[in-house]
């Protein structure tokens, strides 16, 4: 287990990595999340009045989760334990929690468990800490890559609070990459190695919003050089390409052309022009674009623009994801342009995802609207006194399967939010909805 006080962990070893090495040391050193860091920022108000709450900080790799709880732990006043749920297990969590008792009862502090990862746990491990994390004994700081909405349990949420942090920028991560080249205490400054804008702009696109990953190639790109060449070179951006063994993209200067690709193959998908849709994706391709980025954006193209209107858009994206996965490039590529003319020709409607927003919208602003008694299951007796499902009808009891009923709130029982368009599959679900729309107007007209 990854059991240790931060206080007495080494710092700024020689031989750590470089993204180690530049770990920031204070707030006002970590970029990118200055809605948490700033002053008054969230993070930074809990720090200054020593009043660290739990919290999930949930954001992709490199933007600096573990950065900022370990900024919290060399600012406050309690103890500090950091483990990892790749490698810990509930009995893991048994003896950190053993040793906040003892800390609290020998010396008065409250303890801050730091856990990387924390959607690695399983239900019985994050269950280990709902009723330590609500009386106190341990103030819990997770740190996670994937939605804590589905990798945390409900009870365990409930008692901590997420702080989402946001992908970090390339002008960003350049800033980075540039502080630490002229580091001389902990960066690459000592090594009298320049590395050219190109170079550092194509560094930043192949991590790919990593942070991490670019000061650790940074320092494989600058050590090489100066290993081979002696000091007072510059790292090229063929020398960066060379060692990497990954073309530049085509970008402008202005280092935006990732997003402006990927905007025009999302719109002529949207515009149905198969022949300009496999342009952009062999674009993006071959400049060394992220394959599963590109299919992850027809994943949501299939719910977001084909929808109803060709249901099957939706599997077959997924499907050249998984053909993707299972055969890899070059032969996986066959996958992906075969979902992008599909989507490309494929009905388009939107009905879904503007419904969804709708009603989204709807539960933020009416809350927790009370679910139609008649709807409510009855397992209890009790519960059965108290009207739950009295008066459900169920629809395969009635000719079509369908008989007319309440299954909105009170309050919202006669909004409609989806209305299909008359393309594709949703040619034949709009006529089905207003023979059923029909229906409950003559059950209301009785």
């Known amino acids: 287990m990854d059991l240790f006080d931060y206080r007495n962990e080494a710092e700024g070893s020689a031989h750590a990595p470089l993204a ?67 490698l810990s297990g509930v009995k893991e969590v048994r003896a950190v929690i053993e040793e906040a008792k003892k800390e ?22 994050q269950d280990a800490f709902l009723h330590h994390v609500e009386k106190g004994l341990i103030t819990l700081l997770g740190a996670t890559t994937e939605n804590p909405s589905f990798e945390v349990i409900p009870a365990l949420l409930s008692r901590v609070r997420v702080v989402t942090l946001k992908p970090l920028k390339p002008k960003t991560i350049i800033e980075v990459l540039r502080r630490a080249l002229m580091d001389a205490e902990r960066g690459l400054a000592r090594l009298e190695i320049s590395v050219d804008d ?9 991590a790919d919003g990593d942070v991490r990953t670019a000061l650790n190639t940074l320092e494989i790109l600058v050590g090489q050089k100066r ?14 390409e060379a060692v990497l063994e990954r073309k530049a993209l085509a970008y402008d200067k202005g280092g935006d052309a990732h997003y402006n690709l990927i905007s025009a193959f999302h719109k002529s998908l949207r515009g149905s022009d198969p022949d ?65 003319v599909y989507l ?11 419904a969804f927003n709708a009603i989204c919208k709807e539960v933020d602003q009416g809350g927790s609207l009370p679910v139609p008694t008649h709807i409510r299951n ?10 739950y499902h009295k008066g459900y009808r169920y629809p395969h009891d009635y000719p079509g399967g369908f008989i007319p009923q309440q299954y909105l709130p009170d309050a919202l029982k006669e ?29 209301k007209r009785r």
């Open 378 to 387: 009855a397992p209890t007796a009790l519960m059965a006194d108290e009207g």
């Open 198 to 206: 190109k170079a550092l702009e194509h560094v930043v696109r192949l």
């Open 227 to 240: 290993a081979v060449e002696g000091a007072g070179q510059v790292v090229s951006l063929a020398d960066a």
């Open 20 to 86: 180690e090495r530049m770990r920031p040391r204070c707030l006002a050193e970590v970029f990118g999340q200055e809605h948490l860091t700033a002053p008054g920022g969230l993070i930074a108000s809990a720090i200054a009045s020593d009043c660290i709450f739990p919290m999930v900080m949930w954001g992709p790799p490199g933007c600096g989760k573990t950065t900022l709880a370990s900024i919290i732990a060399s600012e406050t006043k309690c103890r500090f334990i950091k483990i990892s749920a790749v």
């Open 276 to 340: 300009a849709a496999l342009y952009w994706m062999a674009r993006m391709l071959k400049s060394g674009e992220d394959p599963y980025y590109i299919a992850r954006r027809m994943v949501r193209f299939a719910s977001e623009d084909v929808g109803m209107a060709d249901p099957g858009a939706l599997s077959m994206a997924l499907h050249a994801m998984e053909s993707f996965k299972f055969l890899g490039s070059p032969e996986g590529e066959g996958a992906l342009a075969q979902a992008a």
């Open 344 to 354: 490309a020709t494929a009905p388009k409607s939107n009905s879904v995802y503007l």
């Open 415 to 443: 909004r409609r939010w989806y209305t299909p368009t008359d393309r594709g599959y949703e040619s034949i679900v709009g006529p089905r909805l207003s023979a059923w729309q029909e229906m409950v107007r003559r059950e």
């Open 104 to 125: 609290r009862t020998l010396k008065g502090r409250k303890t801050l468990l730091f856990v990387d990862e924390i959607h690695r746990f399983n239900k019985a491990q």
